[in-house]
């Protein structure tokens, strides 16, 4: 009997404890879209030009910002986006509009692969919550154009031109397919998912290591479609695993999966998650290559923390398995508490972002250490996910 009364009380004990932290984390980050609130108003301010987007944060704190054809750029209106999906402000909805509008001439640009980042971060997400013909329009334009890139003999969409190999693709580009899915369910041709899926079969096959681990850069042989080179562009080395990339991997097969139900997909979003995971220091955060030289004594990536939190939550949701479910969402809030929480959280430093300690490329000295927005986008993501977890 007493061990029954035992087994009870610790069963109780443990349910409490998780409750606790479950309501512990349920403050901060309610707290902290409070706080990303604020800093997008004033980020609205501070450019205050439609044409110009938000990049990453000078020693003073302040914005530098680029222009549409960047990269980056879709990641500002998006963060304004999602601030209007949350508080429902008319400001933030008029202000992701006037920014996105400034996105319209790169629906047109053949020359990068990065129309996904650029284009579904702003008009796909402005469409999903304010849908408009015009909006439409746009994505399925950009996803005829993101094709042009696509090589039938290499199974790839080709990521650079004018770099030093002959057909670059990186793992990045896995996220640039849900632009091609999305457009396919929504009225486009059917061939857009076909290469979609292809370009993720093609990495899945090429792209990884037998433990899970991810390559950065493949170059190909266009008349054979074989692997050249297997490098890195932003990693340490080119047999070490660059922390975001894998994040990249992780979010962009888990979001196959979410179109296709191919259990490989899945498969591969696990693995590289489980690498990702078992490598992390302890409070959750990972050093910006996770073979870096001198770990500890290396800068955090919170941008590769913030994808990998925001694509565990939902990976959690499509896995079976009742403990392997309840560990990737466990460490999926694991990640969150610490993003919302010093040193991470910019708040009351003289950031003008949210997130603070993010890497762009440290080979190239670039942004090193510094707030980048879209460590900010993939954490305000992060945390509407779980917050419509909760719901």
Not at 16 to 23: D, G, P, V
Not at 243 to 256: E, S, V
Not at 349 to 357: D, I
Request: aromatic residues 14%; charged residues 20%; contains cysteine.
């Amino acid at each position: 009997m007493r061990h029954v009364l035992l087994a009870f009380l610790i069963t109780l004990f443990m349910l409490a404890s998780a409750s606790a932290q479950t309501q512990g984390l349920d403050a901060l980050v309610s707290h902290a879209l409070k706080f990303a609130q604020q800093q997008a108003r004033q980020t609205v301010s501070e450019i205050n030009d439609s044409t110009k987007f938000a990049r990453s944060t000078t020693p003073e704190g302040k914005w530098s910002t680029s222009a549409s054809r960047d990269w980056i750029s879709g990641f500002f209106p998006g963060v304004l986006w999602y601030m209007y999906e949350y508080t429902k402000d008319p400001f933030f909805r008029q202000s992701a509009e006037r920014w996105t509008a400034g996105m319209a001439n790169e629906q047109f640009d053949r020359g990068t692969h990065d129309l996904g980042f650029k284009i579904f971060c702003s008009y796909g997400t402005g469409y999903r919550l304010a849908p408009s013909d015009d909006y439409m329009k746009v994505i399925q334009q950009t996803a005829q154009t993101l094709i042009l890139r696509f090589n039938p003999t290499v199974g790839c969409i080709k990521s650079w031109d004018n770099r030093k190999w002959a057909y670059p693709v990186i793992v990045d580009n896995m996220m640039n397919l849900e632009l091609l899915f999305w457009a396919a369910e929504h009225g486009g041709s059917p061939k857009l998912r076909e290469i979609a899926i292809k370009h993720a079969e093609t990495t899945m096959k090429n792209h990884f290591r037998s433990d899970g681990g991810s390559y950065h850069v493949l170059s190909y042989d266009t008349t054979n479609g074989s692997v050249l080179v297997r490098n890195t562009h932003q990693g340490y080395a080119d047999e070490s695993v660059w922390a975001r990339g894998q994040a990249w991997a992780i979010y962009g097969f888990t979001m196959t999966y979410r179109f296709t139900k191919d259990p490989r997909f899945l498969e591969t979003a696990r693995r590289a998650a489980d690498y990702f995971i078992e490598r992390l220091p302890s409070d959750n955060i990972p050093y910006w290559d996770f073979q870096a030289p001198e770990i500890p004594n290396e800068p955090r990536d919170v941008s590769a923390a913030a994808i990998c939190a925001s694509a565990l939550f939902e990976l959690s949701s499509y896995v079976k398995e009742p403990e392997k479910k309840a560990a990737y969402l466990d460490r999926a809030k694991n990640i969150l508490r610490s993003l919302c929480t010093a040193p991470y959280l910019a708040e009351g430093t003289n950031s003008h972002a949210v997130l603070n300690h993010a890497v762009g490329s440290k080979p190239a000295k670039s942004q090193v250490d510094v707030s980048i927005i879209y460590a900010d986008y993939y954490f305000i993501e992060a945390m509407l996910r779980y917050v419509q977890l909760k719901k």
